[in-house]
């Protein structure tokens, strides 16, 4: 009995079923962790010695390295502390950022409070590791940046970096999920298998003539993976296929007391339980789970588009719109004379544009085609290429030759950095629209009308001319609801490769 008992026991503490890719990835970043701090502590500590040696109370190099070791062991513990190795955050968004930076202040916090309280070490001693500690910051956030874009490369290639899911649904509900996990590969997930319950057509409700559905027996396929079994197989199924996580989509006969059962199978064979949500384009950082009377309450906050965000994001905006301004002034300099030189007309290129809360404002734009280019719209309308409203063509016959290069590489849209400073835009946002297109908007597209439009934006860095229409809202609206600075950050980062490319640019 005590045999069964210690064996039962064991099963339940299985081991997680993390894939070999994810444990290498985490080792590889402890590595790089403990490198950039080591190359921190150990600079501050030369500096230290070189700068202040003689100083009253300097405790001289075999001290400052004494301090610097206590520093780098209070640094790792926080970085370690702070959860920043969770497979759960590694690699998926910002939060792996922010906690590496939380990390730092809290080893600067303890560092300075276990001087202070101790007597051990000066004060001062610390600080002068504090000198670095920006630059050991920096390298960490760089490091961990450069091993995601690693992982981004390795996965769309299709040659690894992926986390095999077992999904658990009815038939439509697990097609669904199929798709969207499978159709974006760079979110690192792929479905290896599916298990239906076998509930979902009672028997005599098959129409004469027809196969009846076959939900929750081996051999039948949904979504173009394979079903491994019914909901009493999900554990074994799980681990027949090495599935990392089940993600499971709630439904009638999938209830919560079925989902707790589930959990206590994946348990004994160390798969990861995933709830899917019903919930499309809401950001993680609007929900937050509130536990009451035994139950777990899924809160989305609303989003908001007034206040303090904001006012942060407008003084950011012209801040880092007047230093950009002052950096590329040759450019504009040299593309202006270049638009002078080569084409009759005006420098500019005005056109009006809807604005936050549909107000209107005139977009400057480096003039890129020839005096009365709007005027011949209409002749060309056969040849359009652009989706849903817009007007698109990859061969536009108006363009200069100067203009060509000029739409490529955005060079054409560096004068709506004045916009930006007048107020009337954003340095990332929704896409700037023509009044024509917003007097076909339905509800949903006015939503992105809610937030000043943006020199680049997801649309910017997803595709630009070459996105569906539809995909393109889609973006707009996402952003306008779940912008964050970081978010904006990230934006600006991938849109100096998006020029550079000049993927999607006519």
Aim: charge should be positive; proline fraction near 5%; include cysteine.
């Amino acid at each position: 009995m005590k045999n069964a008992t210690s064996r039962g026991f064991h099963d339940v503490r299985a081991r997680r079923a993390h894939p070999q890719w994810q444990v290498r990835y985490r080792a590889r970043l402890r590595y790089t962790d403990t490198a950039v701090v080591l190359a921190s502590v150990i600079l501050a500590s030369v500096l230290d010695a070189t700068l202040l040696a003689g100083t009253p109370g300097h405790p001289g190099l075999l001290g400052s390295l004494a301090v610097s070791a206590l520093v780098a062991v209070v640094w790792i513990g926080a970085v370690a502390a702070r959860s920043s190795y969770d497979l759960r955050v590694v690699g998926r968004d910002h939060t792996e950022y922010r906690r590496i930076f939380a990390a730092t202040c809290t080893a600067v916090s303890v560092l300075v409070l276990l001087a202070w309280l101790t007597g051990a070490v000066e004060p001062r001693d610390v600080l002068a590791q504090a000198i670095v500690l920006p630059l050991g910051l920096a390298g960490l956030i760089g490091s961990r940046y450069g091993w995601r874009q690693w992982v981004a490369r390795t996965r769309s290639r299709g040659t690894g970096c992926m986390t095999p899911v077992l999904v658990v649904g009815h038939r439509e509900q697990a097609e669904r999920v199929i798709r969207r996990l499978n159709d974006a590969p760079h979110r690192g997930f792929v479905v290896v298998g599916a298990c239906l319950p076998s509930d979902e057509t009672p028997a005599g409700e098959t129409a004469p003539g027809e196969t009846p559905p076959r939900d929750g027996l081996p051999g039948d396929e949904v979504g173009g993976v394979p079903v491994l079994g019914d909901l009493s197989r999900v554990g074994e199924a799980a681990a027949l296929v090495r599935a990392s996580a089940v993600a499971v989509s709630a439904s009638g006969s999938i209830t919560t007391d079925v989902v707790r059962r589930l959990g206590w199978q994946l348990e004994r064979v160390g798969v990861d339980l995933m709830l899917t949500t019903e919930l499309a384009d809401v950001a993680a950082a609007r929900m937050s789970v509130s536990p009451t009377s035994g139950l777990s309450l899924l809160h989305v906050a609303a989003p908001r588009f007034r206040g303090a965000k904001f006012r942060v994001k407008q003084g950011i905006d012209w801040v880092l719109a007047a230093l950009i301004t002052v950096l590329v002034s040759p450019i504009l300099l040299g593309v202006g004379l270049a638009v002078a030189f080569t084409s009759k007309g005006p420098l500019f290129y005005l056109s009006e544009r809807v604005g936050r809360d549909g107000k209107i404002f005139r977009m400057f734009k480096f003039r890129t085609m020839r005096v009365g280019a709007d005027r011949e719209v209409k002749a060309l309308t056969a040849g359009n290429d652009g989706a849903g409203p817009l007007f698109k063509m990859r061969t536009d016959p108006r363009i200069t030759r100067v203009g060509r290069v000029l739409r490529r590489y955005s060079l054409d849209e560096l004068p709506q950095l004045f916009n930006v400073l007048g107020g009337h835009m954003s340095l990332v946002g929704p896409r700037p629209a023509l009044p024509h297109e917003v007097a076909a908007y339905e509800e949903r597209m006015r939503r992105r009308l809610l937030v000043k439009p943006g020199m680049t934006g997801m649309w910017q860095v997803s595709g630009r001319s070459d996105l569906p229409w539809e995909e393109a809202v889609r973006l707009d609206v996402y952003y306008a609801e779940n912008w964050t600075p970081m978010q904006d950050l990230a934006i600006l980062g991938q849109t100096a490769r998006a020029v550079v490319s000049g993927r999607g640019a006519y």
